[in-house]
């Protein structure tokens, strides 16, 4: 087993080839997260995220370790949490949404943490809009912790129209309220390149996932949202790099990291940066 991922990036990326858009087909998508898991940069990757709607369907991740992402019911997820066991596949978490944007996350909310009780021994992210309702949401996941379940939310942070994006300060104050309530989180959507960028074809801004992760870690410090939102503005490596590498033998604070359908781009950006090897002993 190779060490040349540092602590910092450990489990960061989780595969998201199964997920739209991924082009992939289920085979192809099992063989190469297998193959992802068997090589020498292990460490960076996470879960194989799997819908769960293709759980009926001929799926068969057996040794492979796996996060359900929720697309049909979610009374229905503890069916396909079993019949994915049943296959010989390890299960990490399960991630759903509890409302979309405008809508009341708490019945939702609920619905998990009901799911959370059934299912102790699993991660469970819900996926709560950053919209009407999200403190209200952070208070009731702090709650629901508090109580002993393994619940944590998950924000979206990209997509197909511009208010999907957040601003750099609309991200900093959502990251801070969830240090100031201990809670981890999960972010998903945009986050294919290592530093915020604007995309040629769409115009939208993404956020950069070294940004998140460099502000993370300065929220965890401390941080006010100002500081933060700092680093999740910067378009240039100088004023990240050197916050990360200074870091890169300690436990990754807060977040918890991202999907990618193609997990071998953040590990290419990052070995450009500097701040994973590249393989060499």
């Not at 997820?77 to 009341?104: N, Q, S, T, W």
Request: aromatic share 4%.
């Amino acid at each position: 087993m190779s060490t040349l991922v540092p602590p910092l990036f450990a489990g960061l990326v989780d595969d998201a080839s199964l997920l739209p858009p991924g082009i992939l087909g289920t085979p192809e998508a099992l063989a190469g997260h297998a193959k992802h898991r068997e090589s020498w940069y292990s460490e960076l990757i996470g879960a194989l995220l799997v819908p769960s709607s293709l759980v009926n369907l001929d799926l068969s991740p057996r040794g492979l370790m796996v996060g359900v992402v929720n697309d049909a019911a979610i009374g229905a997820l503890p069916a396909v949490v079993a019949k994915l066991r049943a296959g010989g596949a390890e299960v990490a978490r399960v991630e759903a949404a509890v409302a979309r944007r405008g809508e009341d996350p708490q019945p939702g909310l609920s619905a998990l943490g009901a799911l959370a009780v059934e299912t102790p021994e699993l991660d469970v992210y819900a996926e709560i809009p950053l919209s009407w309702g999200l403190l209200a949401g952070l208070d009731t996941v702090a709650a629901q912790r508090a109580d002993g379940l393994r619940i944590a939310p998950k924000f979206r942070v990209g997509g197909l129209a511009a208010e999907l994006f957040p601003t750099p300060v609309e991200l900093a104050a959502v990251i801070c309220a969830c240090r100031d309530r201990n809670l981890p989180f999960k972010l998903a959507a945009g986050l294919r390149h290592a530093l915020r960028h604007t995309d040629p074809e769409t115009g939208f801004t993404h956020h950069g996932f070294l940004n998140v992760l460099v502000a993370s870690a300065a929220a965890s410090d401390g941080g006010e949202v100002a500081e933060i939102a700092e680093a999740l503005a910067a378009t240039h490596p100088v004023p990240l790099v050197e916050p990360a590498r200074a870091r890169r033998d300690e436990p990754r604070p807060l977040w918890v990291g991202f999907g990618a359908y193609h997990v071998l781009e953040p590990l290419t950006e990052l070995i450009r940066l500097g701040l994973i090897n590249g393989g060499a002993e």
